[in-house]
Nanobody
């Protein structure tokens, strides 16, 4: 299993970024996928999640109204569109595949840095 994030970078407050997570090594369309983030000195926190079909999404309060999670099962990719970014959104963003079946593991990507600063 591999999860490879991309799309992070430096952006000014109020700007936008689109993160991507390319998945391989498993049947992507069967799995819930999530985005987490971890700011310096803070615990990793859940940002958003999406069901296997993309029909249902959920967001942390900090992300509601500004971030949108989506997926393209044909491309084995999950996205996080982030708008109206704030300095407090600065963090390493991680893609996560939870365990869904007995005997398997959960997996994390390597993370992509998002820095919101003027």
């Amino acid at each position: 299993v591999q999860l490879v994030e991309s799309g992070g970078g430096l952006v000014q407050p109020g700007g936008s970024l689109r993160l991507s997570c390319a998945a391989s090594g498993f049947t992507f369309s069967r799995y819930v996928m999530r985005w987490y983030r971890q700011a310096p000195g803070k615990e990793r926190e859940l940002v958003a999640g999406i069901t296997s079909t993309g029909g249902t999404t959920a967001y942390a309060d900090s992300a509601k109204g500004r971030f949108t999670i989506s997926r393209d099962n044909a491309k084995n990719t999950v996205y996080l569109q982030m708008n109206s970014l704030k300095p407090e959104d600065t963090a390493v963003y991680y893609c996560y595949r939870p365990q869904m079946y007995l005997g398997e593991s959960d997996y994390w990507g390597q993370g992509t840095q998002v820095t919101v600063s003027s």
